[in-house]
């Protein structure tokens, strides 16, 4: 059957006119999402359709439009609210998790916050230490927020609406990388089937990627698909991987995870996040006090704990990619534990 | 056989000399159907969709981050 494949650019932008347009309660706003259609094309011809009333460029005050967007989603409305690289979240962060995540529980529950958080994460692009980073663990750690992160254009639909319509404020996150852009490079495996209809995709849910014996991978977003390349690379020495793409940090499937590695008895966590402190951790963490019996110590591919370099080969080196998750898993096969493990600052394998 | 042509008046050639091709959405030997959009190409940072002017079998003939202009055949289906 022929499909209707997308980028998850138009994927999330075909899921937010198809809430607008059943819903006059949901609008969106943030910079450069007018005219300019989102700097990475997630708000694309909304204006068109929908004008500046429902489609609200703002200034440059991270603080105002995300404590605006809080105050709107109080008083009834549904705001999309985009924070164009999640980099910026230093500035405004009291409206995110002491106003957005927190103002449901301080009213016992009177006042919901519909809101969508909307924002950009990732690197490897030489786009440096402020506009790089990845971040969502930092949101996941907070509570008062459900964190989701898409790794294909099928979930990036059906996500973007599950958010829409939850009562909830959600943090949606999404890789640049996986967007489909012009200018920049991409990852083919994101481009999917994306039904026309509109559709959810639940979220506290796993997804297996890819079916194995022998290792499971942990991975979310962009990862997902360094997992997948890793997979197959490690195929070809007979080790076979699962994958597993997390989909949403809150709430976390930890039964799907624990499943997994109950088969495969292996465990590598690879994140584009900060190695300490993090994603990778917590998985591990779940993992081991389920009581899941391991045949060998379990490993993380994160991000080191230093600022994201400018120079593409110093950025290369120190970014999470297939290779550096293939040699974990082949580690961990062998039953190698971490190298200075205990003592160590940064990351790697 | 029908051509994957991009519209002679898709840009201003004058002020655009060239564009290049940014994605193809399906493989090579893959099924597409009509209406549907094959690919994307870049001109000064403007994307444009390109669909499918027919259904049939996909055969590309310009790779992604290949130069093309108005006019170009950038595939065929069969």
């Given at each position: 059957m022929?499909?209707?494949r997308?980028?998850?650019a138009k994927a999330?932008?075909e899921?937010i006119?198809q809430?607008?347009?059943e ?6 706003m943030?910079e ?11 708000t ?10 429902r489609?609200?460029?703002?200034p440059?005050?991270?603080t105002?439009?995300i ?6 989603a109080?008083?009834?409305s549904?705001?999309?609210?985009e ?10 962060m009291d409206?995110i ?12 529950g ?6 969508v ?27 008062g927020?459900?964190?989701?992160h898409?790794?294909?254009?099928y979930?990036a ?19 640049k990388?996986?967007?489909?852009l012009?200018w920049?490079?991409?990852v ?23 079916e ?10 962009l990862?997902?698909?360094?997992a997948?390349e890793a ?6 020495e ?6 597993v793409d ?11 995870v ?8 292996r465990?590598v966590?690879?994140?584009e996040?900060?190695s300490?402190y993090?994603?990778?951790a917590?998985i591990?963490?779940?993992v ?8 060998s110590p379990p ?6 704990d ?19 998750i ?13 190298e ?7 990351a790697?394998? | 056989?029908?051509e ?8 201003d050639t004058?002020?655009?000399p060239?564009?290049?091709v940014?994605?193809?959405l ?23 969709d390109?669909?499918a002017p ?6 590309i003939?310009v790779?992604v981050?290949?130069?093309v ?6 595939g065929t289906l069969?």
């Open positions: 022929s499909q209707r997308m980028t998850m999330m932008v899921g006119a809430e607008m347009r819903d006059p309660n949901v609008f969106v943030g450069d999402v007018g005219p300019y259609g989102g700097i990475f094309d997630s694309q011809g909304l204006l068109d359709e929908f004008g500046p009333e489609i609200r460029d703002t440059i005050s991270e105002a439009f404590g605006a967007g809080v105050g709107a109080m008083a009834g549904r705001p999309i609210v924070l164009m690289f999640v980099d910026f979240f230093g500035v405004c409206a998790y002491n106003l957005m995540a927190k103002n449901t529980y301080f009213s016992g009177r006042s919901k916050v519909p809101m958080l909307m924002t950009a994460t990732g690197g490897g692009y030489g786009d440096a230490g402020q506009h790089s980073q990845c971040l969502h663990a930092t949101f996941a750690h907070l509570p927020m459900k964190v989701v898409p790794s294909t254009a979930d639909k059906g996500m973007m609406i599950q958010a829409i319509r939850d009562d909830n404020p959600v943090v949606y996150m999404f890789h990388g996986l967007q489909g012009g920049m490079w991409n083919k495996g994101a481009t999917t089937h994306v039904p026309e209809e509109s559709y959810t995709v639940p979220f506290g849910e796993v997804a297996v990627r890819r194995g014996s022998d290792v499971t991978i942990v991975g979310l977003g990862m997902v698909h360094r997948l997979a197959e690379t490690l195929a070809q007979g080790i076979e991987a699962e994958v997390l989909r949403t940090l809150v709430p976390l499937d930890r039964e799907g624990r499943k997994s590695v109950e088969k495969t008895g465990l966590v690879a994140d996040d900060y300490s993090g994603m990778t917590e591990i963490t779940s081991v006090e389920a009581g899941v019996s391991l045949t490993r993380r591919v994160a991000y080191p230093i600022p994201i370099p400018f120079t593409p080969p110093m950025e290369k080196f120190a970014l999470p990619d297939g290779e550096k293939a040699e974990a898993a082949r580690k961990t096969m062998a039953g190698a534990a971490t200075g493990a205990g003592a160590r600052a940064g790697g394998t | 056989m029908t994957i042509r991009i519209p002679d008046d898709l840009w004058e002020k655009v060239e564009g290049a940014s994605s193809w399906f493989e090579d030997g893959e099924e597409v159907t009509e209406g549907s959009s094959v690919a994307t190409v870049m001109a000064e940072k403007t994307e444009y390109i669909p027919a259904s049939g079998t996909l055969s003939k790779a981050e290949e130069a202009t108005p006019g170009t055949v950038i069969e």
